[in-house]
T-cell receptor, first 113, second 111 residues
Framework: DTAVSQTPKYLVTQMGNDKSIKCEQN?????MYWYKQDSKKFLKIMFS???????INETVPNRFSPKSPDKAHLNLHINSLELGDSAVYFC????????????FGQGTRLTVV | GDSVTQMEGPVTLSEEAFLTINCTYT??????LFWYVQYPGEGLQLLLK?????DKGSNKGFEATYRKETTSFHLEKGSVQVSDSAVYFC??????????FGPGTRLSVLP
């Protein structure tokens, strides 16, 4: 069974559209994250949720809205997509402990045309 | 805030060469330290970790030692293989709320 799964794996869409990326983890972790990886492979935290509560909200345009219906799911909705939103988006989860690692999904490659 | 610095590469080595990828960090308190690896088209996988000073993490021939005095966590492997070609990320976790990543180092190993 996949520990952290996100769908879709690839997403090609036109500027101005609204799209969602879904993420689910079956590890029983309390904390979930969204990271953005740009074309140079830099990984930047976007959001962090703990037990459905927003913990970290980095400087991200408010067109990006995370939603956590329960602690196993953290979805990312993006409104009015722009060319600069093209990137790979990774979902991850971890227990809320300092000494444990994060588990990552396979990523969603978003291309805005 | 917390940050991680690592050599960005790319690093190109011949098979069986010795590998070192430097990583240093800035953090308050006592973070845990990690190395992740990303193969082409895939997500990040944990390679190894260390949770306190002087701990050595090791896996698949890779190892790194948590050096608090130099705030470093350098990755080493004695003999690289073509299959080790990937992007390597150093990361820290401070009190569980966020994982901070370095910029990644692309490694290419030539046969």
């Amino acid at each position: 069974d996949t520990a952290v799964s996100q769908t879709p794996k690839y997403l090609v869409t036109q500027m101005g559209n609204d799209k969602s990326i879904k993420c689910e983890q079956n590890l029983g972790h309390d904390t979930m994250y969204w990271y953005k990886q740009d074309s140079k492979k830099f990984l930047k935290i976007m959001f962090s949720y703990n037990n459905k509560e927003l913990i970290i909200n980095e400087t991200v345009p408010n067109r990006f809205s995370p939603k956590s219906p329960d602690k196993a799911h953290l979805n990312l909705h993006i409104n009015s997509l722009e060319l600069g939103d093209s990137a790979v988006y990774f979902c991850a989860s971890s227990p809320l402990q300092r000494n444990t690692e994060a588990f990552f999904g396979q990523g969603t490659r978003l291309t805005v045309v | 805030g917390d940050s991680v610095t690592q050599m960005e590469g790319p690093v190109t080595l011949s098979e069986e060469a010795f590998l070192t990828i430097n990583c240093t960090y800035t953090a308050t308190g006592y973070p845990s330290l990690f190395w992740y690896v990303q193969y082409p088209g895939e997500g990040l996988q944990l390679l190894l970790k260390a949770t306190k000073a002087d701990d050595k993490g090791s896996n698949k021939g890779f190892e790194a030692t948590y050096r608090k005095e130099t705030t470093s966590f350098h990755l080493e492997k004695g003999s690289v293989q073509v299959s080790d070609s990937a992007v390597y990320f150093c990361a820290l976790n401070n009190y569980g709320q966020n994982f901070v990543f370095g910029p990644g180092t692309r490694l290419s190993v030539l046969p």
